[in-house]
């Protein structure tokens, strides 16, 4: 029932990968770990991998030039990049670039192993976005208008509302990617959320919880009740449902690290 | 060369004070020695009157023994040098020194000279009639001439002596020494001139006892003590200022070095921060790897455990301190991040109340009484309405944990017409602060909690107030309860209505 699938981990510290490799003991998941991103790039050619992980700052070529080599060589492979707390901003933003998503570090077995889950649900990467530069990114917050729509990719989108307030909601890939939803934590109104840290928890039948990154910060002010009180509409409805209405704080500096989308 | 102020001081008054009162003393002593002459010519004249008049009777009556004895026995009194009667042509008729009678003296003698000036003949007023010389002997006399004038007793007398064209008989010429006068003089010039003196002396003692006490000795101390704290020692604040202007002066240097000790120690605080800051960041860096490993291996152990396995509980206490690690990291990195803070128009009021919002179901609160008194219509503030928060909540939690037993917090807000700064005030009810914790309470890594924390929350808020341009001040007193006060610069736009 485990899924089988092959793993790159690239990190120049041995002791991450001795702790990956510790985390998927039980998996059928077969991992390669190397401590350089050159040998990473030389693993790819003769094997083809489904998803790789890989550290943000490492010495010589740091992650975002790794991933756009990744892509260069294998479109479809899903990164995920860690780091450590400091830098999770640009782990958030290289999502732009195409990442799956990230994961600070030190992480819990749950939590590398939820992302690892989800990563393998997905199955090939598709759709590569485009690069930064025609996404649009970074016009301005002086373009920001009722009705936009912006993705923190393969998690989260965000929806401009009339009254300039913003509500969140689930992507549908990350949706896809984490089964039936039978509950839903979210935080409450009033309270703060920051961008690149959790703002909801998706509970599935088989007992994880999927922490969804939460797109921009700002205070709570609302949260939509009809979607906590039966979670399985996330999934089920065609339209996707907001979970999360914010006063996002910070709108004109962050928006730039989220893709122009539509829901 | 530096000469002393003090020195400097009493020359001027030398200089000056013997100059005036140098000046004061010649004018009044030439005044006194005018005033002693002009009594000595006053007194020669009343005797040359009285003289006339006591030989007149004689003269009268032809009695030339009697006036030549009563000459003789004036010219002998004390004051009286001597006493001649001369006639029109200038000879000597009588006199008191026998040997002079008959002596003739020419018209342009001095005697002479006093009405026959210039060939004329004029009756001169008192003070011409009479002349101070200094005669052979070296002493100075005084004489004086009176005219005897022609009247009727005189030309109708049984001896027919003058006849009733001449309008003067003789004069009368009183010679009187002026040694006493000159003694007089000379012992007056010098007690002025030793009071003078004198006077020069003490003003210039009691000028120089006043200024050493009113001016030099608070300027040692200031000189001393500003020394010092120019060398970087603090000093104790100078005592004994009085109600001027030099008491002015200590009062000023002493709220000086207050004010310098206080900036001082924020500057160090400021410079800590940062080093912390960088350090931690570094720290933190360098920490996440070491940690990756121990959190995945503890949890695997764990993991792999049996249910009974005794050594289950070591495992769990391993993981849950590596995450409470991962904790600190991350609090730590929040507090070194220092992110560029997100700027908008913020209402104070707003984000009191939605910190209150959010703390008033916490455990901590719940037998806390929360007391406000918002001022309404407060100026906005341009800041961070994130970290604006994340301080009052810091505020309001340590609060809380000050009273586990319960208590009342009371927030305030308050804004003057004018003021440049919104005041706002976390007070609360609960153990309070010693000395020594109010000092140092902003410190990073300081904590009254004991090991609950990692005492960074206050250093944060310092911190967050500091890019905000406002401040945060604590009074305290033990089991009394605390109060913080924060400020903030108002933004000069309208005031946003709701």
């Known amino acids: 029932m485990q899924k089988s699938g092959k793993i790159l981990v690239v990190d120049d510290e041995e002791v991450v990968l001795l702790s990956v490799r510790k985390v998927f003991k039980h998996s059928n998941y077969e991992i390669d770990t190397v401590q350089s991103p050159q040998l990473g790039l030389a693993m ?28 260069k060589m294998d479109k479809s492979v899903r990164v995920i990049m860690i780091t450590g707390y400091a830098t999770m901003r640009t782990a958030l933003q290289s999502m732009r670039s195409g990442a799956f998503d990230f994961l600070a570090k030190p992480f819990t077995k749950a939590e590398l192993s939820n992302v690892m889950h989800r990563a393998m649900q997905r199955g090939a990467m598709t759709d590569v976005p485009p690069s930064a530069e025609t996404a649009g990114i970074g016009e301005g917050a002086g373009a920001l208008e009722p009705g936009m ?65 939460c797109p921009l910060s700002g205070r709570v002010l609302k949260t939509n009740s009809e979607v906590t009180e039966d979670p399985s509409l996330l999934s089920s409805s065609n339209k996707s449902k907001w979970i999360i209405k914010i006063d996002a704080t910070a709108i004109e500096n962050e928006i730039e690290d989220l893709l122009r989308g539509t829901e | 060369m530096q000469i002393k102020i003090g020195l400097k001081i009493v020359l001027a008054v030398v200089v000056f004070s013997a100059l005036i009162i140098g000046l004061t003393s010649i004018f009044a002593f030439n005044f006194y020695q005018s005033s002693i002459i002009d009594q000595m010519e006053l007194t020669g004249q009343q005797f040359a009157r009285t003289i006339k008049t006591s030989l007149n009777h004689n003269m009268m009556n032809n009695q030339y023994d009697s006036v030549r004895h009563t000459i003789a026995a004036i010219g002998k009194q004390e004051g009286i040098a001597k006493v001649r009667l001369f ?62 004038n022609n009247e009727k ?113 924020q500057l160090v605080l400021s410079g800590k921060l940062a080093s912390v800051g960088k350090l931690a960041a570094g720290v933190a860096h360098e920490i996440n790897n070491p940690l990756t490993g121990i959190l995945t291996f503890a949890e695997d152990l764990l993991d792999e455990s049996e249910e009974d396995d005794p050594k289950r509980e070591d495992y769990l206490v391993i993981k849950r301190e590596s995450i409470r690690c991962r904790q600190i990291v991350r609090n730590l990195l929040d507090f070194a991040r220092q992110d560029k803070p997100q700027i908008s128009s913020v209402d104070v009021n707003e984000v009191l109340k939605r910190t209150i919002t959010l703390i008033e179901r916490l455990a901590q609160f719940q037998n806390c009484v929360i007391e406000t008194s918002l001022q309404p219509n407060l100026p906005l503030v341009r800041g961070d309405a994130g970290q604006l928060q994340q301080i009052y909540l810091n505020l ?103």
């Open chain 1, 44 to 71: 790819m050619e003769s094997r083809k991998y489904d998803v790789i992980i890989t550290d943000l700052m490492m010495p010589g070529m740091n992650g975002l030039e790794f991933l756009q080599h990744v892509q």
């Open chain 1, 149 to 213: 729509v912006y993705t923190l990719r393969d998690h989260s989108w965000v929806r401009i509302e009339p009254d300039m307030s913003v509500v969140i909601g689930v992507e549908k890939s990350f949706l896809s990617t984490v089964g039936n939803v039978s509950g839903l934590e979210l935080p409450v109104k009033g309270e703060n959320v920051s961008q690149g840290a959790g703002c909801a928890k998706l509970l599935t039948d088989d007992g994880r919880a999927y922490t969804l990154w």
């Open chain 2, 87 to 148: 006639t029109v042509q200038g000879q000597i008729f009588y006199s008191s020194k026998i040997k002079e009678v008959g002596k003739s003296y020419p018209m342009d003698s001095l005697e002479c000279m006093v009405c026959h000036v210039n060939d004329k003949l004029e009756a001169p007023k008192l003070e011409q009639r009479t002349k101070i010389f200094e005669a052979e002997d070296g002493i100075t006399y005084l004489g004086i001439f009176d005219p005897i």
């Open chain 2, 153 to 265: 007793g005189c030309y109708t007398a049984d001896c027919h002596y003058h006849s009733s064209e001449s309008k003067i008989l003789g004069v009368l010429d009183v010679v009187i020494p002026l040694e006493s006068m000159q003694e007089r003089i000379k012992t007056g010039s010098i007690r002025t001139a030793a009071f003078a003196i004198l006077a020069i002396i003490i003003l210039s003692f009691v000028t120089l006892l006043v200024v050493r006490i009113l001016v030099l000795l608070p300027i040692r101390k200031l000189v001393a003590a500003t020394g010092r704290v120019a060398k970087g020692e603090w000093t104790d604040p100078i005592s004994g200022g009085r109600q001027d202007e030099m008491g002015d002066l200590i009062r000023s240097f002493n709220r000086m070095q207050e004010t310098l000790k206080v900036s001082q120690r």
């Open chain 2, 396 to 498: 309001l939690i340590n609060s809380a944990e000050a009273m586990p037993e319960g208590g009342k917090i009371t927030i305030k807000s308050i804004h003057g017409r004018r003021n440049p700064l919104i005041t706002t005030t976390v007070t609360d009810t609960g153990i309070g602060m010693s000395e020594e914790e109010k000092r140092r309470i902003f410190e990073p890594f300081y904590s009254t909690k004991k090991g609950k924390t990692q005492g960074l929350g206050l250093a944060v808020t310092w911190g967050i107030l500091e890019q905000h341009g406002g401040s945060i001040d604590v009074e305290s007193e033990v089991d009394k309860g605390t109060k913080f006060t924060v400020r903030l610069p108002a933004y000069r736009t309208k005031i946003r209505k709701k």
